[in-house]
């Protein structure tokens, strides 16, 4: 853990440097990278950085699920996006584990890194398996095509919200 020292009214004190931003509280501190060696976004200015938002999950999520964020008793919520119905389009994606009814930190662009066995070139949301990724297209009438991005490694893939078609 990075410290440094401090003028505290006269006296210098050690501080711990912070690995994330609380806002206006958090004026003067210096920051550090986390555990993956960058800075976390919650540190950048307003405008730079990853578009998030904290959403209440309305269901368990995993890292790296594709999510909706839908109207749940006039309040937003983020669930597991689904190509197997209407209604649940991705609008992006989470990259930890959220409890249901815990805040989920909901990426709109970008690379979702919490994948595995991602196959290369154009991913569609999947019918199958709800919040994650496929090569084939869905086919089933009343399924959602959906593309979503492309695979960048196994592990990883763009996400790239594409308008969903609902099939006859």
């Not at 019918?127 to 960048?152: E, H, I, L, Y």
């Amino acid at each position: 853990m990075a410290k440094y020292l401090t003028n505290n009214g006269g006296t210098i004190t050690e501080v711990a440097a912070t690995t994330t931003s609380a806002g206006a509280a958090d004026a003067g501190k210096i920051p550090q990278f986390d555990a993956s060696g960058r800075l976390d976004s919650s540190t950048m200015p307003v405008g730079l950085g990853a578009d998030t938002q904290q959403v209440t999950a309305s269901e368990a999520l995993a890292a790296g699920d594709l999510v909706n964020i839908w109207n749940n008793a006039s309040a937003f919520a983020a669930r597991k996006a689904d190509a197997s119905t209407s209604g649940k389009r991705a609008h992006g994606f989470v990259l930890s584990t959220v409890a249901s009814g815990a805040q989920a930190t909901v990426y709109f662009e970008g690379t979702d890194t919490g994948q595995t066995s991602v196959p290369p070139g154009e991913l569609f949301l999947s019918a199958t398996t709800p919040g994650k990724v496929t090569a084939t297209a869905p086919s089933g009438s009343g399924q959602t095509v959906q593309r979503v991005g492309f695979g960048v490694s196994a592990t990883a893939f763009n996400f790239q919200a594409g308008e969903p078609i609902v099939l006859a």
